[in-house]
């Protein structure tokens, strides 16, 4: 079991930056991969960046170049920092971790959410 909590969300304009983090409740060394989805209303919830173990990265084609998420295995935090922030980026954004358990041949994954936090983005 593992327990995210995602902090810095808020209100920024058009143009702004935000810094979100992601506080997980053990080691984050071996979860692969980890990352971050958004939800807006009335839409599904979609992936806007990942980060493998490796430190492979991952983008959204809407906030490749504005966006860059990284992670401390030191700190157990993932980050997203969010520069040239736009209107359509306004969302909630959710912290996801993978954890892979190889057991009777077969690896299988649990997917960890947190609970949220809001980023809104004025013109």
């Known amino acids: 079991q593992v327990q995210l909590v995602e902090s810095g969300g808020g209100l920024v304009q058009a143009g702004g930056s935000l810094r979100l983090s992601c506080a997980a409740s053990?080691?984050?060394?071996?979860?692969?991969?980890m990352g971050w989805y958004r939800q807006a209303p009335g839409k599904q919830r979609e992936l806007v960046a990942t980060?493998?173990?490796?430190?492979?990265?991952n983008y959204a084609n809407s906030v490749k170049g504005r966006f860059t998420v990284s992670r401390d295995n030191a700190k157990n935090t993932v980050y997203l920092q969010m520069n040239g922030l736009k209107p359509e980026d306004t969302a909630v954004y959710y912290c996801?971790?993978?954890?892979?358990?190889?057991?009777?041949?077969?690896?299988?994954?649990?997917?960890?959410w947190g609970q949220g936090t809001q980023v809104t983005v004025s013109s």
């Open positions: 053990r080691s984050i060394a071996a979860l692969n991969p």
């Open positions: 996801n971790a993978r954890d892979q358990v190889w057991y009777q041949l077969a690896w299988h994954s649990t997917d960890y």
């Open positions: 980060i493998t173990t490796g430190t492979s990265t």
